[in-house]
């Protein structure tokens, strides 16, 4: 279930494995990644921090509540 996973990962895990450089080589939508965590920059750490944090709680909430989230990647 993924919000067994997701509760798992920590912000001190994404901190120790985030890397801009490597993002981007790698080509990492949207490819544009880099070491700026003002409050007015997005692709950067501080913007994976809260979005994983919205993530977790959107899909607790959908948990709890029983609901579905699809979820396509491609």
Do not use: C, M
């Not at 798992?8 to 901190?15: H, P, S, W």
């Not at 990644?33 to 899909?59: V, Y």
């Amino acid at each position: 279930i993924l919000n067994t996973f997701l509760d798992k990962v920590t912000d001190d895990d994404i901190r120790t494995r985030f890397n801009s450089e490597e993002l981007n080589e790698n080509g990492i939508f949207p490819e544009v990644w880099h070491n700026d965590n003002s409050p007015d920059q997005a692709f950067n750490l501080r913007h994976i921090l809260e979005d994983l944090k919205e993530l977790k709680t959107i899909i607790n909430q959908a948990n709890k509540q029983g609901d579905y989230i699809f979820v396509f990647l491609g």
